[in-house]
């Protein structure tokens, strides 16, 4: 058990709906991350936050938003949904947010549109 | 930009050696990590090297670094059917696209 916890474990969608992705942080974590998992893509990275602040931006589309809360848990928002949205959903965290701690995963939010 | 290249799929027999290949991008990284991703479950950290380091054992690991080529390997000795899993290459936030292991017992 990493000690990042992702909910749902499944989410299942229309085109054109929104969602909602939770994670919890390990505790003590100060930074947080999100990737998206697809078949043909491999893992890419969206967005990092630490401490409440954006730290970095990947390939995050201006359909998708962010934030990281108080008390460190993150929410990754997918607004107008598209078929290709479907993808596995992935939350890290790390103590610092710099490049000298490993990330700790969630298992991940299933994410299906139809 | 960023970018870590990894062959998509490895078959090996039980028993034996595995190796996993990553090149990389420009990178002033310190450290480049390998992590596993078993069916279902998130990714794990497997193990890690400095990049002022050229090897790294650890057990059944060995994790060779060749900072002039940008290349990165991963051997694993002695490969079980429980070592088949997806591996990533990684350094900060960037990640390869994972090699799938697959060991024929």
């Known amino acids: 058990d990493s000690g990042v916890t992702q909910t749902p474990k499944h989410l299942i969608t229309a085109t054109g709906q929104r969602v909602t992705l939770r994670c919890s942080p390990r505790s003590g974590d100060l930074s947080v991350y999100w990737y998206q998992q697809s078949l043909d893509q491999g893992l890419q990275f969206l967005i990092q936050y630490y401490n409440g602040e954006e730290r970095a931006k990947g390939n995050i589309l201006e359909r998708f938003s962010a934030q990281q809360f108080p008390d460190l848990h993150s929410e990754l928002n997918l607004s107008s949904l598209e078929l290709g949205d479907s993808a596995l959903y992935f939350c890290?965290?790390?103590?610092?947010?710099?490049?000298?701690?490993?990330?700790?995963f969630g298992n991940g939010t299933r994410l299906t549109v139809t | 930009g960023e970018d870590v290249e990894q062959s998509l799929f490895l078959s090996v027999r039980e028993g034996d050696s595995s190796v996993i290949n990553c090149t990389y991008t420009?990178?002033?990284?310190?450290?480049l990590y390998w992590y596993k991703q078993e069916p279902g479950a998130g990714l794990q950290l497997l193990t890690y090297i400095f990049s002022n380091m050229d090897m790294k054992q650890d057990q059944r690991l060995t994790v060779l670094l060749n900072k002039k080529d940008k290349h990165l390997s991963l051997r694993i000795a002695d490969t079980q059917t429980g070592d088949s899993a997806i591996y990533f290459c990684?350094?900060?936030?960037?990640f390869g696209i994972g090699t799938k292991l697959q060991v024929i017992p």
């Open positions: 420009d990178s002033s990284s310190t450290y």
């Open positions: 890290a965290s790390s103590p610092t947010g710099g490049d000298n701690s490993p990330l700790h």
């Open positions: 990684a350094y900060e936030v960037t």
